[in-house]
């Protein structure tokens, strides 16, 4: 992988399922206007598909990761990405944005964007949008951003960068699901790659509160009672530890506020 990249070794995905024909517009509005060229992937919508979905799917081991039943839509979500990824692999571009149909760029996300590929040799992947990032560690500073990595939770997958031989790699580990896929991803210190978010974030999500996912207003969504939810207590305590352990390990524990090189 070349420390540098730029827009021309971009491919660009973005995942929409077919009903969601105003998403698509909406998101086809934002890249037209940036001057980004993108190909659709059509979404696995997860009601359509769970009998097969679940065949790919530990749903004893999602419970206990995430304190919930698995539904359709996170199998969807998961199985989504993780073919995205596979196109990725099987292209012949040498980093991937991928991007979800919901997402709200902000008028610097080309800067980032920019700012991001020519930092390539300090990221594997790195976010440009979150639901949670919580515990930031500063890598260095790219232009005005800060490139973090996070010893909490940092989920949300919405607008993220990835490189291919990191695609190749986590693809041979990605199945049985055993969590959402955000979730899975920030398991980094298992999967050891460098997981990094680029703040401020250049980008937010806008689902209107209605999710093929989750449902309106987080409807699908139904948590185990509190002593159910344990093991998932547990785990989750004991990630910000393995976390952080990793962080330590790769000397990336205690923030940095220098400039990254952004070779040329």
Known sequence: MADTLT???????????????????????????????????????GKDNADELAKRADADAYARNMGSPILPGKMGCYASHVAVWEAFVASDHKVALILEDDVVFHDDFLESL?????GAAHWDTVRF?????????????LGNYSLNAYI???????????KKDVAR???????????????????????????????????????GNVSSITGTGFGLVKKFKWYK????????????????????????????????????
């Not at 949008?129 to 500073?141: D, E, F, L, Y």
């Not at 049985?176 to 974030?201: K, M, S, V, Y």
């Not at 305590?237 to 923030?255: E, I, Q, S, T």
């Open 7 to 45: 827009r021309a070794d971009l491919g660009i995905w973005l995942i929409n399922l077919d009903r969601d024909a105003d998403r698509l517009a909406g998101m086809q509005t934002q890249l037209d206007a940036m001057g980004l060229n993108y190909t659709r992937f059509p979404a696995i919508y």
């Open 114 to 118: 920019d700012l991001a590929l020519a």
């Open 129 to 141: 949008n979150c639901i949670r990032a919580k515990m930031p560690v500063s890598q260095g500073k």
């Open 152 to 162: 909490g939770p940092f989920t949300g997958n919405a607008t993220y960068l990835l």
């Open 169 to 207: 790699r986590l693809l041979l580990n990605l199945w049985p699901q055993t969590r959402a896929f955000d979730h899975e991803l920030n398991r980094f210190f298992r999967h050891d790659f460098r997981q990094f978010g680029l703040e401020p974030f250049s980008s937010h999500v806008d689902d």
């Open 229 to 264: 939810r344990l093991p998932h207590y547990r785990l989750k305590a004991a990630n910000y530890f393995r976390r952080a352990a990793w962080l330590a390990r790769k000397g990336r524990l205690l923030p940095k506020n220098k400039k990254l090189d952004l070779k040329n």
